[in-house]
């Protein structure tokens, strides 16, 4: 895989010994994020969606309704921006000022691609089932020709790709001595509750082993 | 509070009924989401954004580094777009397409205006620290004139903001007859872990209430 350089608008100003441009980081957390929040231009002005997304390889595919605002500006071309976060702690030191958040996040540019081959479509179709609900796909029925044609697909190549992490402790050894505050970190994960069957599911029907087991963390 | 109308940016286009423009309805989910995503223009094309955010009534705070992209954009007074997420289960369908998500989003608006007032300023750094650990003000040091220099606070007025949330099963009442695929909804939580204590933190120090009952639902 192609490990994306900085360019002057991944390198990071701020903090850069959180940058990480290896795409194993880059991955894992596109992998293990359920939504992104995607950024374009509609009208002169910024718009940032919250959407699915769903990695193949070196390309990132976001889908949606072909109508949408979304998919009809993306489809066009534009430059787009996209970014998703994991939270995985808070962090609480002595002093307000080194509180800080424990997370994960990557930042794509780039420009997205409509998807027009029906075989592309309907992997990245099951690449969003499979990253949400991962075995999912082989149980559910398979889109239909009035659903394909419903639902359009966007690659977006992940040349210009960074990732952004902060771990560990609060930095705050300078206002550590003399105080009597408690300071460390609190991690914070994603868990599923008790699955919910929707009418029409028989009582007593066995849960499908990725629902009972469910687990976002892909690590 | 002003419940915004919608404007032609914040009515929805898809899914019209999943829209809420009331400010109790955004209020709640902005409370409850950790960070937002910003996105903004920068040398002509989108950027997104992670950050903290805290709400004050009217008015959502953010804030960072002077220096870094973000403050300087914004405090430029340029358009931004802002989205918070909450990913509140899977929405497991008989088929494929009728596979969804449950969630609760803002989109927000607007442009931002750089705090000077100094009284306003420490409202907000109180607020973020209480949006993300309730409590946590009245035990950490507060900031000093070296950190308040070190840290910008920009204002956005929830003047236009909107709503999207999904909740329920799924939609797929249609296909629902002789199939014997389980269906329904696995819902999603953020939780807790184990608290880890700095460096320097006393061994059996009593746990702050606010981090043994962490809970991140504001509801």
Chains 1, 2 share one sequence.
Not at 15 to 43: N, S, W
Not at 55 to 82: F, I, K, N, Q
């Amino acid at each position: 895989m192609p490990q994306p350089a900085p360019s002057s608008r991944t390198r990071l100003g701020r903090h850069p010994e959180r940058g990480d441009f290896d795409r194993g980081t880059i991955d894992a957390i596109l992998d293990e994020a359920l939504v992104c929040h995607v950024g374009f231009v509609h009208d002169g002005a910024p718009v940032v969606v919250p959407t699915l997304h769903a990695r193949l390889g070196d390309v990132l595919y976001l889908h949606g309704s072909p109508v949408s605002r979304m998919v009809t500006t993306l489809a066009g071309g534009c430059e787009l921006c996209l970014s998703a976060t994991l939270v995985d702690g808070l962090v609480l030191a002595r002093s307000v000022f080194d509180h800080s958040v424990n997370y994960r996040s990557v930042m794509v540019f780039g420009r997205a691609r409509l998807v027009d081959d029906p075989a592309e479509k309907l992997a990245a179709l099951e690449a969003f089932t499979e990253h949400v609900t991962p075995g999912r796909w082989g149980d559910a029925r398979t889109p239909n020709e009035r659903e394909l044609k419903a639902t359009s697909v966007l690659a977006v190549p992940l040349d210009e790709a960074s990732a952004k992490v902060r771990s560990g402790p609060p930095g705050d050894d300078r206002v550590a001595e003399g105080t009597s505050v408690w300071a460390g970190v609190v991690p914070l994960r994603t868990v599923a509750g008790p699955p919910e069957a929707a009418v029409g599911v028989p009582e007593g029907s066995e849960l499908p082993v990725y629902v009972e087991a469910y687990l976002r963390d892909h690590a």
